[in-house]
Each structure stands twice: as C-alpha cells, then as structure tokens.
C-alpha cells in the first residue's frame, strides 16, 4: 500500500539545523511531484517546498534561501534541509506526492525552533 513517512523533526534553538526525511513507497516515486507543507498551530496549511519530476525547485518566500528540498529517486525518499531556522518555522511538516490522478500525504513529523 502506498506510504509516506517522514521522520528528522524534533527540538532546535534559533539558528539551529534540522534535516527531515521523507520515504515513500508503494507508488512510482519517480514520476511524482514531491512537496513539503507545513501547519502551525492555530494556522491553515501551507506550501513549503515543491521539487518536480526533473528537479526543479520552487520555494516559499518565508523559507527561500534557508531551506533546501531534494529527492533521491534510487531510495524513493525525499529530503528537506532546514538552515537558519527561526520560531516562526515551529509547524507539524508534512510531506506529499502529487500526479495527475493521486494525491498522497503521510502523516507529519513536529519541529520547534525556541529558545
């Protein structure tokens, strides 16, 4: 059955790193769009990260410069680079993978950025 499991949240100070890991299976992981989005509390929502079949990268103004995303198609997993991290980015991060007739989503993994 298809799955999406994200794993590398946790805790970090402002300023701090984290790496979040998406590995998928049970679909052809190669001929998805991969995203990573992200939810606050209290907020809707939002797109993070898009990184399309040929790799080209698209960015949320609010993490542009900071974040980095990236897929390894021989693993089927899926990566998120998170530099320079600030409070505001405190969120439930979901990964998702989109095609023409599929939409997947797996089930978050929480990062919090405080002091």
């Known amino acids: 059955q298809v799955q999406l499991v994200e794993s590398g949240g946790g805790w970090v100070q402002p300023g701090g790193s984290l790496r979040l890991s998406c590995a998928a299976s049970?679909?052809?992981?190669?001929?998805?769009?991969l995203g990573w989005y992200r939810q606050a509390p209290g907020k809707e929502r939002e797109w993070v990260a898009i990184?399309?079949?040929?790799?080209?990268?698209t960015y949320s103004e609010s993490v542009k410069g900071r974040f980095t995303i990236s897929r390894d198609n021989a693993k089927n997993t899926m990566y998120l680079q998170m530099n320079n991290l600030k409070p505001e980015d405190t969120a439930v991060y979901y990964c998702?993978?989109?095609?023409?007739?599929?939409?997947?989503w797996g089930q978050g993994t929480q990062v919090t950025v405080s002091s």
């Open positions: 998702n993978a989109i095609s023409f007739s599929n939409d997947y």
């Open positions: 990184i399309d079949i040929d790799r080209t990268t």
């Open positions: 049970g679909f052809p992981f190669r001929s998805y769009t």
